[in-house]
Nanobody, 126 residues
Framework: QVQLVESGGGSVQAGGSLRLSCEAS????????MGWFRQAPGKEREGVAT????????YYADSVKGRFTISQDNAKKTVYLQMNSLKPEDTAMYYC???????????????????WGQGTQVTVSS
C-alpha cells in the first residue's frame, strides 16, 4: 500500500515556474514507477512525466519536454515536478501516481497506475 500527498500547486503567469512535490509513504518505494498526470476541465487525463525510483530513469510527454523536469529524493520518498516556461494550456489538476515496477515493462504512462494522490491545482494565466 502506498499513500501519496501532493503539494506546490498554485497560480502563475505564463512563462513562470512552479514546483510540485509528491511525498510517498509505504514499503518498497524504490521499486516503484512514480508519475505525474494532469487533467484539465473537459479533457481526458494525460501523462506528464514518470520516474523509476530505483534507477532515476525518466520519461516525458512531448508537450512538456524541455520545460518540465521530474526528479526524486529517495531519502525523503519524495518526487518533484519542476515546471518552467509554463503556458496557459498547462492549466490542470495535477496528480501524483505510483505503481510497482514490473520486469521488462518501462515506467511510461501505461499500464494503469495503482495509487493516486488527491491532486493539486495549477493555473497559468496569459
Amino acid at each position: 500500500q502506498v499513500q501519496l500527498v501532493e503539494s506546490g500547486g498554485g497560480s502563475v503567469q505564463a512563462g513562470g515556474s512552479l514546483r510540485l512535490s509528491c511525498e510517498a509513504s509505504g514499503d518498497n518505494y524504490r521499486v516503484y514507477c512514480m508519475g505525474w498526470f494532469r487533467q484539465a476541465p473537459g479533457k481526458e487525463r494525460e501523462g506528464v512525466a514518470t520516474i523509476y525510483t530505483r534507477e532515476g530513469s525518466t520519461y516525458y510527454a512531448d508537450s512538456v519536454k524541455g520545460r518540465f523536469t521530474i526528479s526524486q529524493d529517495n531519502a525523503k520518498k519524495t518526487v518533484y515536478l519542476q515546471m518552467n516556461s509554463l503556458k496557459p494550456e498547462d492549466t490542470a489538476m495535477y496528480y501524483c501516481a505510483a505503481r510497482r515496477k514490473e520486469p521488462w515493462v518501462p515506467c511510461s504512462f501505461f499500464p494503469e497506475y495503482t495509487y493516486w494522490g488527491q491532486g493539486t491545482q495549477v493555473t497559468v494565466s496569459s
